[in-house]
């Protein structure tokens, strides 16, 4: 072992808003009331779910981390230029750190990074893996729900603008009228002066986005199944899992994968004292991923007060990155 083999000199002070605990039951209760039954896809991400995601994104058919990191790495120079020099890099959620990383060594001398998480452990190991890179740049996560306004912590150099980073299309999770709450959050959290870096996947041709959400390796199946084992684990509900099987198809329509588990039998499915019946063949919605073109996109912020100020694709036009600012 290296003396410095456990790093860490760094400074990182935590802010804790305190982010309201998950309803997990209420929410799942209230998901299988519906008709259709729906669950929210937010619950898939548990430490095994992260970790199969991260499995997802090294499959050949998962197109979306691999040509944003290469779009990323192209558009550095271009997106250094357009952002102001000694920005307060704004993460929305904490990824593998990648991305991240490829940021703020491209930006002209960032001042600090703040990484919004609910997930105290996922947030404190995002800060950790990037302070001892860049022990220039101020670490100052936030434990908070990023769908809501956040007051930032002030970086202690300079007085510089803020630049909310939110990549993966993680956006396309949420449906139109949540995506533009959450656009509005962000344009309060962010600032008048502030501006936007927001990854999106683009509309394209479906053979290519259905293969994407349906590899051969079958991750992306075991990732979405791995929400009712987490639920009946941490909730106490009895779905067979293995009655289950992962549906992804995607919608030119309303321009989103739309992923189901169907329920390959009957079964009555128990929670809190209370009873679901499954038809054979009824499908349970868990995740939408829409797509966007300019179009759809501008029209999205537009209702939100933001607007594009730059765009960079990648040379086949998969994905997209977009600056935004207040309109
Ligand atoms: C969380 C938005 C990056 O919707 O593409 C991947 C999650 N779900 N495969 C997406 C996901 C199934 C992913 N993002």
């Not at 779910?49 to 197109?63: A, D, K, M, N, V």
């Not at 630049?163 to 709450?181: C, I, Q, W």
Request: proline share 6%.
């Amino acid at each position: 072992m290296t003396p410095d083999a456990c790093g860490g000199h760094t400074t990182v002070i935590l802010t804790d808003l305190q982010p309201t605990a998950d309803d997990i039951a209420g929410d799942v209760l209230a998901g299988l009331s519906m008709t259709p039954k729906r669950l929210p896809s937010k619950y898939f991400y548990d430490a095994r779910g992260s970790q199969l995601f991260e499995q997802i994104t090294r499959q050949p058919e998962y197109y979306l981390t691999r040509v944003e990191l290469a779009l990323l790495d192209a558009s550095m120079p271009a997106i250094a230029t357009a952002v102001a020099a000694h920005a307060h890099v704004v993460e929305y959620g904490s990824g593998s750190g990648r991305k991240t990383h490829r940021l703020l060594e491209g930006l002209d001398d960032p001042v600090a990074y703040t990484p919004i998480e609910i997930s105290k452990t996922a947030l404190l190991a995002s800060v950790g893996r990037l302070a001892d890179a860049f022990p220039g740049v101020e670490m100052l996560p936030v434990c908070a729900d990023f769908t809501h306004p956040v007051p930032l912590p002030q970086p202690s150099r300079g007085t510089g603008h803020t630049l909310v980073f939110f990549p993966g299309s993680t956006l396309g999770n949420f449906l139109a009228e949540d995506a533009k709450r959450l656009l509005r959050s962000m344009r309060v959290t962010m600032g008048p002066r502030g501006r936007a870096l927001v990854g999106i996947d683009l509309d394209k041709d479906p053979v290519l986005i259905e293969a994407a959400y349906n590899d051969a390796a079958g991750v992306t199946a075991e990732f979405t199944l791995n929400l009712l084992v987490r639920l009946n684990r941490d909730i106490g509900s009895d779905f067979d899992v293995s009655a289950f099987v992962h549906r992804a198809t995607y919608s030119r329509e309303r321009m989103r994968i739309e992923t189901h588990l169907v329920s390959q039998r009957a079964q009555d499915v128990h929670l809190a004292g209370r009873s679901f019946h499954f038809d054979a063949g009824e499908a349970m919605q868990v995740e939408y991923s829409h797509k966007y073109t300019d179009h759809s996109f501008a029209t999205l912020i537009a209702d939100a007060g933001l607007r594009v100020v730059e765009r960079w694709n990648d040379p086949q036009d998969w994905f997209g990155l977009r600056l935004l600012a207040p309109a």
